[in-house]
């Protein structure tokens, strides 16, 4: 789950770390009725969508004045910014965040993040802050260092300085560092989050850290464990079908290909979405139904798959281990026959009772395909949309 720069920087407060006095709202007469209180000489105008970028969009602005604040906000409310992040369709500015500015020094990089690989957790710091840290590391790779940490109750004094080391600071600005480092990994750990990114940490002229820029993202199966921060969740950022997906426990990404997949089991899924882009057609979504499919999980699914008109086939892939074919098969009959499916179909299922869940299928009286294996079921949709 992702949270806005606004919501990610209270959390960093309550933390201990530094952060700008800013304000949010979601109109413009709010957000300058508010800006008013803020002690700045100038002041920063931010939109917040869940997506980096934002600078070069014309997402951010710094304005010398409450009149030039008030112009600024209602041109930017309600503008669609498109980003390398948000994809050619953009995302709508519907809450703005105003800051005041600060004087910078020196601008850095700083993000904590959930290594897999390793099981641990991965600092990233570099002293080139405040532009595409993925353009740094393809140019210039020395000026960025990746420190792995263990999971442990507080961060080592070791892996700090490491952390901090490539920064440059003079003593008494490092041990603010090292010190910022701590509480983000606190942070960190204690609410289940995946990543935490500063860009950039700013050295402001009076020689302290500040960070001026926040983004988060929790780990959304734990977050039930965080109430206060699932309240943080803002729907208008999330696309609407993977909202609807999530009331039906199904779990749903949309792609921007042309054949739907329903399939039981994450790993199963990214299969079939691997062959048929092997087959060269592309995926229009991932969508893993879970073992318990109910006639009811498996209308839903439907619905979102063709809610997408982008989708010219479904393919649907079941392996019968912890659920029986002939349920699911049933289920997709059922459903199949309440929602008009005017896109091709075609089924492959193995597995725990799989010729009696083909025996439900042949016997339906739909036009339903049947495949032998998932690669005689990507090259019949394939084949079918083409």
Partial sequence: ??????????????????????VFGLSSDEIVEKAKKLNTEKYVLKAQIH????????????LDNIQDLTSASKEMLGKVLITHQTGPAGKEVKRLYVEESSSIKKEFYLSCLVDRASSKIAFISSDQGGMDIEEVAKSNPEKIITTK????????????????????????????????????YKMFISTDANLVEINPLILTEENN???LDAKMNFDDNSIFRHPEILELRDLNEEDPTEIEASKHDLAYIKLDGSIGCMVNGAGLAMATMDIIKLYGEEPANFLDVGGGASKEKVSAAFKIILSDKNVKGILINIFGGIMRCDVLAQGV??????????????????????LE????LDNSGLEIISASDLSDAAKKIVKEIK
């Avoid at 997506?51 to 710094?62: F, N, P, S, T, W």
């Avoid at 263990?150 to 892996?159: G, H, R, S, V, Y």
């Fill in 51 to 62: 997506a980096g970028g934002r600078g070069k969009a014309g997402g951010v602005k710094i």
């Fill in 333 to 354: 009959v059922d459903a199949a026959k309440e929602i008009k499916i005017d896109v091709p179909l075609v089924v492959r299922l193995a597995g725990t009772n799989f």
């Fill in 149 to 184: 940490v263990d999971l442990l109750d507080e961060i080592k004094e070791e892996d700090c300085k490491k952390i901090n080391k490539i920064f440059n600071l003079d003593e008494k600005t490092s041990l603010q560092g090292i010190k910022l480092i701590k509480s983000i």
């Fill in 1 to 22: 789950m992702n949270i806005h720069e606004h919501q990610a920087k209270q959390i960093l407060k309550k933390y201990g770390v530094a952060v700008p006095n800013g």
């Fill in 209 to 211: 850290l500040l960070c």
């Fill in 357 to 360: 869940g083909k025996k439900i």
